[in-house]
Nanobody, 116 residues
């Protein structure tokens, strides 16, 4: 069982960058998991931002395709979401999930605020 922990959120000005991290608190490797980043704003449904398959494939929501990058560091057992050119509409709680064999695990989320 995974206990995912997200970090790296915070307050950033429009146009700025943040790098979010997702790792298991017990340092379990995520290499065999499909890892996805989602976000949710108050009153809105949770939406997929980006995903990384265990084989190296990646996928992005249309709003993330040219500004966000999902990547893995196997040595650090961490999955990152690099977010550039952040906009006020990117403000949300960002969650990572890891799925394998029909099981999906979620972290508690990290807050991203984009404001002047």
């Amino acid at each position: 069982q995974l206990h995912l922990v997200e970090s790296g959120g915070g307050l950033v000005q429009p146009g700025g960058s943040l790098r979010l991290s997702c790792a298991d608190s017990k340092a379990t490797s995520l290499s065999f998991y499909t890892v996805e980043w989602y976000r949710q704003s108050p009153g809105e449904q949770r939406e997929l931002v980006a995903g990384s398959g265990s084989g190296g494939s990646t996928d992005y929501a249309h709003f993330a395709r040219d500004r966000f990058t999902i990547s893995r560091d196997p040595a650090k057992k961490t999955v990152y979401l690099q977010m550039d050119d952040l906009r006020p509409e990117d403000a949300a709680t960002y969650y990572c999930s890891a799925g394998l064999g029909g099981f999906t695990y979620w972290g508690q989320g990290t807050q991203v605020t984009v404001s002047p």
